[in-house]
Each structure stands twice: as C-alpha cells, then as structure tokens.
Nanobody, 129 residues
Framework: QVHVVETGGGLVQAGDSLTLSCTTS????????MGWFRQAPGKEREFVAA????????NYADSAAGRFTISRDHAKNTVYLQMSSLKPEDAAVYYC??????????????????????WGQGTQVTVSS
C-alpha cells in the first residue's frame, strides 16, 4: 500500500502559476507510475496528467497540455504538477494518485484511471478571475 499526500494548493489569480507537490511512502517510489486528477464542484473527477515509472514519458489532458508540467524527483519521493497561466476553470480539488500495479514498461499515455489504486486526500486550488 502506498500512502499519498498532496500539498501546495491555494488561492491564486487568473494568469498566475502554482506548483502542487505529492509525496509518497510505503513502497519504493521508482516502482510505480503517478498521476494527477481534479474534481470541480458538481463535476466528475477528470484526468490531468500522468508520468511513468521512470519519468521518461508523460501524458496530459488537452486542458492541461502546454500549461501544466508533471515531473518526479526520485530522491525526494515527490511528484510535482507545475501549473501556469491558470484559469478560473482550473479551480478544483486536485488529487495525486499512484498506479502501483502497472509494469515498468507502461507509458504514461497507456494509463487509465482504473490503474491508479492509491489516492491522496486532495488539495484545493482556487483561481479568482
């Protein structure tokens, strides 16, 4: 079982940048893929970005591509989501999750939400216009 904790949410203005962090414990960090999801009030949870075991491949939702960057630091057991040019529609609770049962060869683009088995509690991002 992997324990996942997100930090870094907050209130920003439209156009600002914000970086979310996600630390994990319970299993060697380099042995699972990671992803970020978000859920806005009244909406279903949606995929934002994912990164493979090694960090060699990444994948983004259309809404995030070009503005968000996912990365991982194996030395710190941490995954980051750097968000720039934030829009009011980016406001949501952001969840980090670990895909602990996929093989190391799995590319980030091959991951589905069902692959993510361990979830954090979420961190709120609010974007004012």
């Amino acid at each position: 079982q992997v324990h996942v904790v997100e930090t870094g949410g907050g209130l920003v203005q439209a156009g600002d940048s914000l970086t979310l962090s996600c630390t994990t414990s319970g299993r060697t960090f380099s042995t699972y893929a990671m992803g970020w999801f978000r859920q806005a009030p009244g909406k279903e949870r949606e995929f934002v970005a994912a990164i493979s075991w090694s960090g060699g491949t990444t994948n983004y939702a259309d809404s995030a591509a070009g503005r968000f960057t996912i990365s991982r630091d194996h030395a710190k057991n941490t995954v980051y989501l750097q968000m720039s040019s934030l829009k009011p529609e980016d406001a949501a609770v952001y969840y980090c999750a670990a895909a602990t049962e996929v093989p190391p060869s799995t590319s980030a683009s091959s991951l589905s939400e069902e692959d993510f088995r361990s979830w954090g509690q979420g961190t709120q991002v609010t974007v004012s216009s």
